[in-house]
């Protein structure tokens, strides 16, 4: 069983729409989750962390379901310059540094 | 603004030769590490380091060597290449404090065909 699962999508919405991607991971002693955004043929650059209460970041929201071991993230008003692929990563914390990286939901927001 | 750089960006090689991808950060950071990303797949960690003459192996090492000499260069050999190596590779580099709160600064990546 993969670390990380991802519907990899694509997601199509229009300009404004609400979408919500979710994940989940297999090691439930992993401690710490994240959003990372990768932009077509681009390195992936971290979004956002994932707090056990949640937490916001102006449009982007973010989930952590312990119990089901599954991450969301909600985008609200998305734009144009939304359009990425999502990764949701995990890291254990039994090795520094080491994340596990879910193959990623790709975004299309449309005009 | 360097950052991570990564050089070269794209390569070609033929299956058997041998290769080095360089990987150089300029922010001062203990822990390097290389990933590859394949269609379909997640970054995958190939090798990392916590810091100048410590390396360890990641999830798919087979067919790769690392060394650290420096803080600032973290290179990956391919030792033979073969069409498996065919991808994108990306190094990553952090520092003790962020490495663990799962902020990484990955270089642009290097794009590897293996013919």
């Known amino acids: 069983r993969k670390e990380v699962e991802q519907d990899p999508g694509p997601f199509n919405v229009p300009e404004g729409a609400t979408v919500a991607f979710n994940c989940t991971y297999s090691n439930s002693a992993s401690q710490s989750f994240f959003w990372y955004r990768q932009d077509c043929r681009k390195e992936p650059k971290l979004l956002m962390s994932v707090y056990s209460s949640g937490n916001e970041d102006g449009r982007f929201t973010a989930q952590l379901n312990r119990a089901s071991q599954y991450i969301s993230l909600l985008i609200r008003d998305s734009k144009l310059s939304d359009s990425a692929t999502y990764l949701c990563v995990v890291n254990r914390g039994s090795t520094l540094g080491r994340l596990y990286f879910g193959r990623g939901t790709q975004l299309t927001v449309w005009p | 603004n360097a950052g991570v750089t990564q050089t070269p960006k794209f390569q070609v090689l033929k299956t058997g030769q041998s290769m080095t991808l360089q990987c150089a950060q300029d922010?001062?950071?203990?822990?390097m590490s290389w990933y590859r990303q394949d269609p379909g797949m997640g970054l995958r960690l190939i090798h990392y380091?916590?810091?100048?003459?410590?390396?360890d192996q990641g999830e798919v090492p087979n067919g790769y060597n690392v060394s650290r000499s420096t803080t600032e260069d973290f290179p990956l050999r391919l030792l033979s290449a073969a069409p498996s190596q065919t991808s994108v590779y990306f190094c990553?580099?952090?520092?003790?404090?962020?490495?663990?709160?799962?902020?990484?600064?990955f270089g642009e990546g290097s794009r590897l065909t293996v013919l």
């Open positions: 380091s916590v810091g100048a003459g410590i390396t």
């Open positions: 922010m001062n950071h203990e822990y």
């Open positions: 990553a580099s952090s520092d003790y404090g962020t490495a663990n709160t799962g902020e990484l600064f």
